[in-house]
């Protein structure tokens, strides 16, 4: 027995079980583990719950900010589209009215220089009629004087200004 209980106290020594040893640490074991569950596993269960939710509402939130993102794109897109458009159209509007503005000026010069003509026309011919006027007057004044020297003193001046008038008319005529 001695060798029994001279190795009992040799394992005891290296490292042995004791029940009472075992029942000590089983129930420090649990009640350390009730304490934990007291103290510390509600608070680190409640921050990991609100750390889930706050993950969560941030996933959520970084969605509806994608989601709002690309709508904001495409109402960019479509925005920068119709502009385009408005633009070309204004381009398109610009340009008709410059063709438009450049007929109006060429068919007012042609306009103007028809009518410049016209002018020029009627001044040539009143013109004319006044030279030929002063011709039939000159022709009149050279025609008694030759008539004069011919006939010298056969006609009255009452005959005269019939012959000078019949020859005006005659000249009158022939243009």
Do not use: C
Request: overall charge negative; glycine content about 4%; hydrophobic content about 40%.
């Amino acid at each position: 027995m001695q060798l029994l209980s001279s190795g009992l106290i040799i394992q005891a020594s290296i490292g042995g079980l004791h029940g009472g040893d075992i029942l000590f640490s089983l129930v420090s074991f649990l009640v350390l583990l009730a304490l934990l569950k007291k103290f510390a596993w509600g608070p680190i269960m409640n921050t990991m719950q609100k750390r889930e939710n706050h993950i969560a509402n941030e996933i959520e939130t970084a969605e509806k900010n994608r989601v709002d993102a690309e709508k904001a794109s495409r109402e960019a897109n479509e925005q920068l589209k119709a502009t385009r458009q408005e633009a070309q159209q204004i381009i398109e509007d610009a340009k008709k009215a410059g063709q438009e503005q450049e007929r109006s000026i060429i068919e007012a010069a042609n306009q103007a220089a028809t009518r410049i003509k016209k002018s020029a026309e009627e001044d040539i011919a009143r013109e004319k009629e006044k030279a030929v006027e002063a011709l039939q007057a000159q022709v009149a004044t050279l025609s008694v004087q030759i008539a004069t020297k011919v006939i010298e003193k056969e006609i009255d001046a009452k005959d005269q200004e019939q012959l000078i008038s019949d020859y005006i008319k005659k000249i009158g005529e022939e243009q």
